[in-house]
């Protein structure tokens, strides 16, 4: 693993655990086991370095759902939607996860000008626009206002199991983007006339 690896992965174990603006810089060396210089042979800034660990975290999980999405079919659709959830399911059963840490950064400052949650916001639009896709490669109608209600409804599920450790609102969730994507793809098996 390179430095700048030992690095990135410190930066997802601890932001995760602990959050990105609690996480001084000394623990995140002590952590990958570099010197300062070194560090800033990587990186510009804590800053420049929270937004690469976000970057990293958005990339690994487009990889995971953009691997189901390579051929949908009309028949498949629902699979293919409900499979995020899967993606989060297991992420969620693992030791080190702590919730969406896209959400997490997202919220944690109020600043609107703070690097990590442009960097949080920059990667949850990517994920709204694969929604949007899959919903446009499906046919269903007004793929954005799809993608955004699909999205709320990631998140929630993501929220409500992340505060209360309870996977019942993660099934609730589950069951309303089921009923969202049966009313979506409802009027595809109609006959045009």
């Keep these: 693993m390179s430095t700048q690896e030992k690095l990135i992965q410190a930066g997802l174990n601890l932001f995760h655990r602990h959050g990105i603006h609690l996480v001084g810089l000394d623990r995140i060396l002590q952590k990958a086991g570099v010197t300062k210089t070194t560090f800033y ?20 999980l487009h990889g995971k759902i953009y691997r ?35 959400v997490g950064a997202g919220v944690a400052s109020g600043d609107k000008n703070d ?7 920059k990667n949850k639009r990517l994920l709204l ?27 929630g599920a993501l929220i409500a199991r992340h505060l209360y450790d309870d996977q019942t609102e993660a099934e609730e969730a589950r069951m309303m983007a089921e009923q969202l994507i049966d009313n979506a793809i409802a009027h595809l098996r109609k006959p045009h006339i």
């Design 115 to 121: 690097p990590a949650r442009k960097a949080a916001i």
């Design 68 to 102: 189901r999405f390579d051929a949908p079919h009309t028949k498949e659709i629902k699979e293919h939607f409900l499979y995020i959830f899967d993606v989060w399911d297991q992420m969620s059963h693992s030791d080190q996860f702590r919730g969406c840490m896209l």
């Design 129 to 155: 626009h694969a929604y949007q896709e899959l919903a446009k490669m499906a046919g269903i109608k007004n793929p954005k206002k799809f993608a955004a209600r699909f999205g709320l409804l990631v998140d």
């Design 41 to 60: 042979n990587y990186f510009e800034s804590k800053e420049h370095f929270a937004c690469a660990v976000i970057d990293r975290f958005g990339e690994e």
